[in-house]
């Protein structure tokens, strides 16, 4: 007698239909890599804006200093790579030119570096996303520098939520490995340029750092602290030359905060009124 045959219920798995549904999945991962490398190259194209050609001119001027102060090429590409705001790079090869030691030179590149955490906390709630990794957004903070903060918090805004990271990783990124190119190369043909012109370059990085700030400051307290620091910086450094930047950014900080708090209890007392 044959056996008798299963009930449906109790039949096999319909494999044709799970087959269909890895390929689906494949091809949604697939699509969602190829629409972040796409906001990757958005984000890359950045370097060909006014803003990236400063800080390029800057890096040039950077490397004509890491030249006199006797830094190999390597070490400046390295120092390019790893530590990316460019004044923590200056104030490096003061430590080692003064002859530092390794511990004085780490604390004062510390130190320097201490002035982007806030950008860094205005910048990730912008960045997250509602998938996003927090080891992601470790590794896109290590590129939060003025250039990159500025473009970012001028442009993300526009960006989708769920693809920001993607797209200010291509602006970091870019912005680190061409200023490492331009480090090397400039090293190769440093004998064709002047020490003037290194000079004269090196000190754009100031001038596009103050008016992009002021630009990007979205309320009155950011502007009122960056005419408070250019009011005040000349009296500190005749003080206390050794501690002006600090005293300065204290004493003009809790200005500007002391004019924020001032305006919003005028404007609370103009609703209420």
């Known amino acids: 007698m044959p056996d008798p045959q299963p009930p449906v219920s109790q039949s096999a798995p319909q494999l044709p239909k799970a087959h269909h549904n890895a390929d689906g999945y494949n091809a949604d991962a697939a699509s969602s890599f ?19 050609l400063l800080l390029i001119s800057s890096f040039i001027g950077f490397s004509g200093l890491a030249i006199e102060s006797g830094i190999t090429i390597g070490q400046a590409v390295f120092m390019t790579l790893t530590i990316w705001a460019l004044p923590a790079k200056v104030v490096l090869i003061g430590a080692i030119s003064a002859g530092s030691s390794m511990a ?28 996003s990794r ?16 500025v473009m970012a918090m001028e442009q993300l805004r526009h960006i989708p939520r769920n693809l920001r990271t993607s797209y200010f990783a291509g602006i970091g990124v870019t912005l680190v490995l061409t200023n490492a190119a331009v480090v090397a190369l400039i090293y190769l043909l440093s004998a064709s340029f002047p020490p ?12 596009y750092f103050l008016t992009s700030l002021w630009r990007s400051s979205r309320e009155q307290a950011g502007k009122a602290a960056l ?5 005040i ?4 450094h005749a003080i206390a030359p050794g501690y002006d930047l600090l005293l300065t950014g204290l004493t003009g900080g809790a200005a500007a905060f002391g004019f924020h708090l001032y305006v919003q209890n005028l404007r609370r007392k103009e609703q209420q009124s």
């Open 104 to 131: 004085a030179a780490a604390l004062a590149v510390a130190l320097s570096s201490v002035r982007l955490m806030p950008m860094v906390v205005a910048l990730l709630p912008e960045l997250k996303g509602p998938r």
């Open 227 to 231: 005419l408070s620091g250019l009011l």
């Open 34 to 52: 190829t629409e972040r490398l796409q906001w990757f190259g958005r984000g890359a194209r950045n370097i060909f804006s006014i803003p990236a």
């Open 196 to 207: 003037l012109l290194f000079a004269a370059l090196f000190m754009l990085t100031p001038m």
């Open 233 to 236: 910086f000349p009296l500190m």
């Open 134 to 149: 927090k080891i992601t957004l470790l590794f896109l903070s290590h590129f939060v520098a003025v250039t990159a903060w």
